[in-house]
């Protein structure tokens, strides 16, 4: 033995990014509900982490919008109102929009393959069993075409934006069979742009990624119960 130590030390920002990296999926993946009240003690315990990096990961993901803490210094997930939710829709279809035309000049084989095996991921949890896997399933479709994008400022832009709205579009995935039968629908246009990636159509991509948008906002214009009050449809022609 040389007395070299076998593993290296575990930093308090280790255990603080990896708290953060765990609640950031789990808000992404909506297993939180809008307005839902989190406390750090109960966050501490599910993540068996101590509590000082729970409190610093609670800060930074409140830094970019995903979580609120309120005056009480109590936390809880934003609740959206109406026009917040189409701002930030208006801005997704931007800026996903652009990262999907670039990533269809970029993508690889191997990328592709990811990208299509998620969709077949998506289809196969459409039942409603399991709504945050199957939002989870969707997010890494989408994210493994804006990460061909090759463009990492793109990539984390998209990332706050989603946890803005994500613990509004798990409502889609859990929704009763015929809404949800309607909110499927769409499936149709992610394959076409599965398609429209694979043959390196920057245009198409980006057009479908718009449309799949805009039929998502719409959806939840017209069912989501937090939403359905005073909340004006996109412009098609945006």
């Given at each position: 033995m040389n007395g070299k130590a076998k593993l290296n030390p575990v930093r308090s920002d280790s255990l603080r990014q990896r708290a953060y990296l765990e609640l950031r999926e789990a808000l992404l993946c909506g297993r939180f509900m809008p307005g839902e009240a989190i406390t750090v003690r109960q966050l501490t315990a599910d993540m068996q982490v101590g509590i000082m990096p729970v409190r610093e990961?609670?800060?930074?993901?409140?830094?970019?919008?995903?979580?609120?803490?309120?005056?009480?210094?109590?936390?809880?997930?934003?609740?959206?109102?109406p026009e917040e939710f189409d701002d930030v829709f208006e801005a997704r279809k931007l800026i996903e929009g652009n990262a999907a035309a670039r990533a269809a000049k970029n993508v690889g084989k191997e990328q592709v393959g990811r990208?299509?095996?998620?969709?077949?991921?998506?289809?196969?949890?459409?039942?409603?069993?399991?709504?945050?896997?199957?939002?989870?399933?969707?997010?890494?479709?989408?994210?493994?075409?804006?990460?061909?994008?090759?463009?990492?400022?793109?990539?984390?832009?998209i990332e706050r934006l989603w946890l803005r709205v994500s613990s509004l579009l798990v409502v889609s995935y859990a929704s009763p069979p015929a809404q949800r039968k309607k909110f499927f629908s769409g499936l149709t246009t992610h394959k076409q742009l599965l398609k429209a990636i694979e043959a390196h159509d920057g245009r198409a991509a980006e057009k479908l990624t718009k449309e799949i948008l805009t039929s998502s906002h719409d959806w939840h214009v017209?069912?989501?119960?937090?939403?359905?009050?005073?909340?004006?449809?996109?412009?098609?022609?945006?």
């Open positions: 990961c609670v800060r930074q993901l409140a830094a970019e919008g995903a979580l609120e803490i309120m005056p009480n210094r109590s936390v809880r997930v934003p609740a959206l109102k990208i299509a095996s998620y969709l077949q991921q998506l289809g196969d949890l459409q039942d409603g069993t399991d709504a945050p896997e199957c939002l989870r399933a969707n997010m890494h479709f989408h994210f493994e075409i804006y990460r061909a994008s090759g463009s990492p400022q793109l990539v984390e832009i017209e069912f989501n119960p937090v939403l359905r009050s005073g909340l004006e449809p996109l412009r098609k022609g945006a």
